[in-house]
């Protein structure tokens, strides 16, 4: 059924310019609600495939035809490896004050604890940090503590203002060295 033009230009002067613009809107509103439920469904559709794919590994897994892989040994001994020895624990804390330092950001005195895990091998140096400095100082600070000292481990970053209009934090950070013993 074809529609005349004359029909058409005649209800577009009846609606007028507010009432095309509104029309219009609306069109663009359905366009954008169908292309983001399509992409919603798309993604819906893969999250169903991984779980059903999940849920029959899980269930060879039960029955036994499916076992778990194994990390072969030499790749954990590889990991103990690449962690500082525990003796080189002052290295590392003094490298922690070296960029705090860098950063002009105040650490007071902290508190640390040694503890070690018999099963893996490992030493954990925990760390506490009382800390003052702008946000934007602490900010650098962790993110190059986090790229030059890779067996570290952030735990909790606590911060807080005195005044809305301080520019200066004081809080702590809580974190965690790991250190190979052998």
Partial sequence: MRIPSLIL?????QLGVVGLAGAGLLA???LYGVTALLGQWQQLQQLELQ???????????????????QAPKHELEDFHKQLPAQP???????????LAK??????????YALGVD??????????????RGSYPQI???VHALLGQLPALVLEDIDLQRKKIGDRELT????MTLYLSRS
């Fill in 9 to 13: 230009h005649e209800r577009a002067r």
């Fill in 28 to 30: 663009l509103a359905l």
């Fill in 51 to 69: 779980r059903d794919q999940a849920l029959a590994q899980v269930a060879q897994f039960k029955q036994g035809t499916l076992k778990l892989a």
């Fill in 88 to 98: 080189q624990a002052t290295v590392a804390i003094d490298r922690i004050y070296a």
């Fill in 102 to 111: 860098a950063e002009q950001i105040t650490l007071a005195r902290g508190e």
């Fill in 118 to 131: 018999p099963k893996t091998r490992l030493a954990r140096y925990q760390i506490l940090l009382p800390v």
């Fill in 139 to 141: 900010r650098r600070y």
């Fill in 171 to 174: 809080g702590r950070i809580r």
